[in-house]
């Protein structure tokens, strides 16, 4: 187990679009959505959608299909298994729901991967429909965060994470987002951890407005491909980071003896 968290958010990081417009849109419902969106929180809308889904007799098994055939770039899926493979920690901090999310993830083979999934509530009732709730109950109390739509703060869920970790360990975080939620966990990061923005992306535009704001080291990504590459070059650069700290702490004056060198991490190759 290396010291790395990696933390994804789901929606047009690891799948390369957003999953309610997605399955709104495949399913042929976009002008009621539409017409809904301006009544109520998103959220809201989305448990709607799914009762009148139910009504026209969309079922659950059509309703994962479309999931199943959701875009997502041919890269992502290798560059998880890789994180994984080298040990990293890895989770998921969404504002899509529990039921899209595993749906996708075990169609992809790589739920498995993940130690935790952080997002809305979502679940198939006894009467054969899909229901979502929010991760907050805004109704009964407000989060607080004034950066964060109301049923999800992901700054607050980060803060969560890093106090269940112990400080002893230093645990380092790589970030990866593209929306505007995913700004406030960004601003939560320490000096040690890495945040990686989708370039041209809401979070994008928001960072470089004042970059200093940000502690960590910011590395931007626009696709798949590019995702690939940063994430292993920034797993590889923590892990040669980690191994000349531990040497240098254990045999401080010491001469360095081969097998020491030859035991430390090789430069993953990261392709041009
Ligand atoms: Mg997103
Ligand atoms: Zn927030």
Redesign the pocket.
Known sequence: MSNIVIVF?????IIDC?SDNWLIDELGFTDLFNQLLPTMPWNSVMDKMMMEFHANGVTIEEIEKVLHRIPIHHRIVPAIKAAYALGCDLRVV??ANMFYIETILKHLGISEYFSEINTNPGYVNEEGRVRISPYHDFNKCSHGCTLCPPNMCKGLIIDRIQNTISEVDKKRFIYL???A??YCPSLRLRERDFVMPRKN?PIWDLICKDPLLIKAEINGWSDGEELEQVLLHLINKIMMEEHVQFISTDCKLQTLSIPVLESMPKALSVRP
């Open positions: 958010d789901f929606d047009k990081t957003d969404s504002d987002g593209d929306g939620g995913d992306f």
